[in-house]
């Protein structure tokens, strides 16, 4: 991606009824918790924890309406916030006339090699449909978990830990920087 392609807008919204990849039964079992005293509060946290990793990676493991304002004038733009649904893609010009004649390569992140235009907007479900994460991912939502809830109530903003960030690293679609 060239410095001409980029992202000029974007909304993220969550469907109504989400189920989050990792439920509090798996949550409880992994920070060994077996009292239902914090239930509400780790459940809090399982979500919290899961934004964490999705902000962390530029992934989506829970369903989402993406609608993405972006130039793409060199081609080979990497639609962000995959995996993508592509039967649900749709492509749109500044004007909000729908462009049919456009094409995307690759299935799970697919780059958008025509048109090279300027001020284009795209709308598409993007997410795990199936609530189903590579090991590693649930494995970070439930380190983040862990260390959120070890580390509630301290005054400093302690962020994201180092065990989940590692992991994120190795599946980011995004920057590694911040």
């Known amino acids: 991606m060239a410095y001409s392609n980029y992202i ?3 909304t993220l919204t969550e469907y109504l009824i989400v189920t989050e990849p990792v439920s509090l039964a798996e949550a409880k079992a992994y920070i060994r918790v077996s009292s239902t005293v914090d239930d509400a509060q780790i459940q809090v946290m399982i979500k919290q924890a899961r934004e964490a990793v999705e902000t962390a990676t530029g992934l989506t493991f829970v369903p989402k309406t993406v609608s993405l304002w972006f130039n793409n004038i060199d081609g080979n733009f ?10 649900s893609f749709q492509l749109f010009d500044e004007s909000d006339n729908e462009i049919t004649n456009f094409r995307l390569i690759g299935e799970f992140h697919p780059k958008l090699t025509y048109p090279n235009r300027a001020i ?3 709308t598409y479900s993007a997410g795990y449909i199936t609530n189903i ?5 649930k494995i970070a939502i439930l380190d983040q978990v862990s260390y959120d809830y070890e580390n509630r109530g301290l005054d400093a903003d302690t962020g994201i830990c180092n065990k989940t960030w590692k992991a994120c690293q190795r599946w980011t679609r995004i920057s590694p920087i911040l």
């Open 8 to 10: 000029i807008d974007f």
């Open 78 to 87: 990497e639609i962000p916030f995959g995996p993508v649904a592509k039967a």
């Open 120 to 122: 284009l907007k795209a």
């Open 133 to 137: 994460l590579p090991t590693d991912l």
